[in-house]
């Protein structure tokens, strides 16, 4: 029997549910409106379009050594915003935060 490794630039399921995690809401909401896969040798990633906007304004990717970066893109170029060794680690940035209490003595 023949096995057939796959890159590590791949995401694996879960990492794709991670996603889907913070990506379902804001689809839902409108706030972003589409989200594309695209996958090379080296890479495997994630961009998203917002609405009103035709280039992709964030990118989700994991690179060849199985390394998870999120950027951000201005019309002037690409800027990491999240990096991690996990899928939930580099979309940190994108959970909703606990709030801060306000004591009241």
Request: glycine share 10%; aromatic share 12%; proline share 5%.
């Amino acid at each position: 029997m023949t096995v057939v490794a796959f890159t590590t630039a791949r995401f694996t399921p879960t990492d794709l549910a991670e996603f889907q995690r913070v990506a379902e809401p804001k689809l839902r909401l409108g706030h972003w409106a589409t989200v594309t896969r695209e996958s090379g040798r080296d890479f495997d990633r994630l961009e998203v379009r917002l609405p009103g906007v035709e280039r992709p304004v964030f990118r989700f990717e994991r690179d060849r050594q199985g390394r998870y970066n999120l950027a951000f893109n201005d019309r002037a170029g690409w800027y990491g915003i999240g990096s991690g060794s996990t899928a939930g680690e580099c979309l940190a940035i994108w959970r909703p935060r606990a709030g801060r209490g306000v004591s009241v003595l």
